[in-house]
Structures are given as structure tokens and as C-alpha cells.
């Protein structure tokens, strides 16, 4: 019949019709994912070597000197947060097959003294890691440094001097831009529309709009 989507069966897939659209999301954990309609041409970043560089340091404050400053006692320090500098990150290859990372951060913590809660964020701490990569400096490849911070743990040392623990990992990696050709399912399905903030809710009123017949 004209009507009739054409069927076909393919192995680990089961049956799929032209008509199907594939969406983007997780494969079935049976049946796996529909095979291929296409392979493409794309232009994205390869990244040729990577490693990482993880490290905790600890910061010490004193917050009789942070200002205006605590007043004591003082209890329940906790990390609040760990922020990178704007503006203040670089990743450069050296000689010598070495890449380095450059950048500065900031942390907030969260204390309680005779006047309240209160936080203190401190001034800018900077920081250098240089690390061995074996590629660095061939022709054509660009070094990327991705900074991940983290405010793991703050407490009392003293009366008011708080030691904070502050996790770094560095992502080093050396990529090109390039073309490759890759499985592909063809082009993004068009997406949903979206739903504007600030618009009134829809007006779905009870039919009908009477009071019951009966009591």
C-alpha cells in the first residue's frame, strides 16, 4: 500500500521506518543506537595530549585583621565558595617541551561572631603551574588550561585564625583545530519553543462556570 512506512530490520536495532526521528539523548541499554544515515565532515578542536594537576593548599586568616574586624567569639567557619579572577588566567607553551598556567583566585568564607554572621572574601591569590607535556611545541598545536576550584573545608586553628583548604585541578591539553569525518545522523531536529518569562499563566477556568445543580 502507498501509505505503508517501509520497514526495515537492522541487527541490534530492531525495526526503524524512514519516518522515525532520531532525537538526541541516551541509547537504549538493550537495543543500543540506530546506525548511521551519513558520515560528516565537521571542523572541531582534537585534542592531541592531556594531563591533570590536582592540589589542596591551605590559606590562613587571621580575622582580627580582615576589616571591619571580628569580634569574638567566634564559631561555625565554613567554605562558601572558590572563584577564579577575571581576566587573570594564561596558558603559554615554554621551552623545553612545558606548558604553563597562569591564574588568581579568590575565596569566601562564612563565619559567626559577637555581632552575627558575616562573610569575607580575601584578596587575590595568584598561582603558577608548569607542567611537562611531550608535544609541546609542535607546529600547529595550541595549549588550553581549564581551571577547576573548589572551597573544600574551613575551620578554627585559634581563637580567630581560620585555616582554609582550597582544591585546585589544572587541565592541561594541547588540541588543533580540525576536520573530521564522523558517524552522523544528519542535521539537529528544530527545537521546542521556549518558554518566555514574565508571561501570565494560561486561563483554564472550570466548565461550567455555574454553581452545581445539585447541593
Not at 522515525?20 to 548511521?36: L, M, N, S
Amino acid at each position: 500500500m502507498a501509505d505503508e512506512m517501509e520497514t526495515r530490520c537492522y541487527p541490534n536495532h530492531g525495526p526503524q521506518t524512514r519516518q522515525e526521528q532520531i532525537v538526541p539523548g541516551p541509547c537504549d541499554p538493550v537495543v543500543g543506537c540506530p546506525p548511521p544515515t551519513e558520515i560528516a565532515c565537521i571542523k572541531v578542536d582534537k585534542v592531541y595530549e592531556s594531563c591533570k594537576h590536582t592540589q589542596v593548599n591551605v590559606e590562613t586568616v587571621d580575622l582580627l585583621t580582615i576589616i571591619p574586624p571580628a569580634v569574638p567569639p567566634i564559631t561555625d567557619v565554613e567554605c562558601v565558595s572558590a572563584d577564579l579572577v577575571p581576566g587573570s588566567q594564561t596558558c603559554q607553551i615554554l621551552p623545553g617541551g612545558r606548558v604553563r598556567a597562569s591564574f588568581s583566585y579568590t575565596y569566601t568564607i562564612r563565619f559567626t561572631d559577637a555581632t552575627g554572621t558575616r562573610t569575607f572574601t580575601s584578596a587575590p591569590i595568584a598561582v603558577e603551574k608548569t607542567v611537562v607535556m611531550a608535544r609541546a611545541g609542535e607546529p600547529g598545536l595550541s595549549p588550553q588550561c581549564e581551571v577547576f576550584l573548589e572551597c573544600v573545608e574551613a575551620f578554627l586553628i585559634d581563637e580567630t585564625v581560620v585555616q582554609v583548604c582550597i582544591g585546585k585541578m589544572v587541565l592541561f591539553k594541547l588540541f588543533a583545530h580540525v576536520q573530521l569525518m564522523v558517524p552522523s545522523y544528519g542535521f539537529c531536529p528544530q527545537p521546542e519553543e521556549c518558554r518566555v518569562a514574565g508571561e501570565c499563566p494560561t486561563f483554564e477556568p472550570t466548565w461550567p462556570p455555574y454553581p452545581p445543580q445539585t447541593a
